[in-house]
């Protein structure tokens, strides 16, 4: 499908689609995740059109590159809107980009951000789907400290919005507890320069604590795993991490993910009948968008939670319709209260804050192994 700048639509009063701006990253740190996404979002569609559509319009997406400059990427959305082509927003990508989206379409349309984040989004008609830090950072850092006796730890982010905001609540969040936080260190998006790197593990060494907190995105936390087990860390700090899935361990590789841990809602290793469903139509999807391999044999990864929030998301931007395609209002409505089954399980939204069940994982090799529930 052509990039948004290059379509040309009729007033949507006169369409017989549900037209979405489909933001996903396609290049920079969180391109890694973009294929998935995809495919999540195709079968995401297929499924709603299955039942009846959205107010009886079939799905359509026009996709915009959320991987590049956020008011570029915001620019693009507003043209849209401003020209009647879209009806809506979502998608999986970062908050600098959320941030940038919601100042263009607040109270226009809604806007589904399926991402977990930092927390605290309040933008009219902007619905926010994913974990928040408490539910998904300090559960875990709790739990490790029962189960693994790790108290001290030291925070590697990138430098934006979601790495600082997270790392504030969760600094707030351990507030009367034992255990601390020794330092931060946040880095540019798209570090490749391994000196880079190196001056984040002295820091790291120099701080001396029981792990490490990474909030790093996509490409930037393959760079630092590697570099981490490179450095021999590995063996005796360990790793926490709250943005990491199926698709950057396996990039990472296995010498790479000796104590790591890592939190999300969902995990391809769910062991319950909607997590097999949806791992199962995630294959199809992705196979379908992007090729498959030798005649049954399917080419796709284990779906990670980038691609599960991303057809979560517009399951709930479709829900909330009522008897016509979702407005402002239905998202309104939506923000004080409302429910949906997700393929990891039942989530509830009030007052904007999504509340998901949350497990905690560790990496064995490129594998991940769900070992408990920590919300």
Not at 46 to 55: F, P, T, W
Not at 111 to 138: H, K, N, T, W
Not at 155 to 167: C, E, K, L, Q, T
Request: glycine share 12%; proline share 5%; aromatic share 8%.
């Amino acid at each position: 499908m052509p990039d948004a700048a290059a379509r040309t639509e009729r007033p949507r009063s006169h369409r017989n689609e549900f037209r979405v701006a489909l933001a996903l990253p396609r290049r920079g740190p969180a391109g890694i995740f973009g294929l998935e996404c995809r495919a999540a979002a195709e079968l995401a569609a297929a499924e709603i059109d299955a039942a009846g559509g959205v107010a009886g319009r079939s799905v359509q997406f026009v996709h915009v590159d959320a991987g590049g400059d956020p008011a570029a990427v915001a620019g693009s959305i507003r043209d849209l809107v401003d020209a009647g082509s879209v009806d809506a927003v979502t998608g999986w990508h970062l908050s600098n980009a959320r941030q940038a989206i919601a100042k263009v379409v607040g109270g226009r349309i809604p806007y589904v951000y399926a991402a977990a984040y930092e927390g605290g989004e309040r933008s009219d008609g902007v619905l926010c789907s994913g974990e928040v830090p408490g539910d998904q950072i300090i559960a875990s850092l709790r739990w490790l400290r029962t189960e693994l006796r790790l108290r001290r730890w030291f925070i590697v982010g990138n430098d934006y919005v979601w790495p600082r905001g997270s790392a504030a609540a969760t600094r707030a969040g351990l507030e009367g507890t034992d255990i601390s936080i020794l330092g931060e260190r946040f880095v540019p998006l798209g570090v490749d320069d391994p000196q880079g790197w190196d001056r984040v593990l002295a820091d790291i060494v120099a701080a001396d604590p029981d792990g490490v907190v990474t909030l790093l995105v996509g490409s930037d936390a393959v760079r630092f795993n590697r570099a981490f087990a490179e450095s021999g860390l590995d063996a005796t700090v360990t790793r926490f991490s709250p943005f990491t899935d199926e698709t950057v361990v396996l990039a990472s590789g296995s010498p790479a993910t000796r104590n790591l841990f890592i939190s999300a809602g969902w995990f391809a290793g769910l062991a319950s009948a909607s997590a097999a469903e949806f791992s199962a139509g995630f294959s199809r999807a992705f196979d379908l968008v992007n090729g498959t391999g030798p005649i049954g044999e399917s080419a796709a990864p284990q779906p990670g939670t980038m691609a599960e929030t991303t057809y979560s998301g517009l399951h709930l931007l479709a829900g909330i319709a009522t008897t016509s395609v979702p407005t402002v209002e239905d998202a309104r409505r939506a923000f004080d209260g409302w429910g949906w089954d997700s393929p990891h399980g039942p989530v509830d939204l009030e007052r904007g804050a999504a509340r998901h069940p949350v497990h905690l994982a560790v990496a064995r090799g490129v594998e991940l192994d769900v070992i408990a529930r920590v919300h």
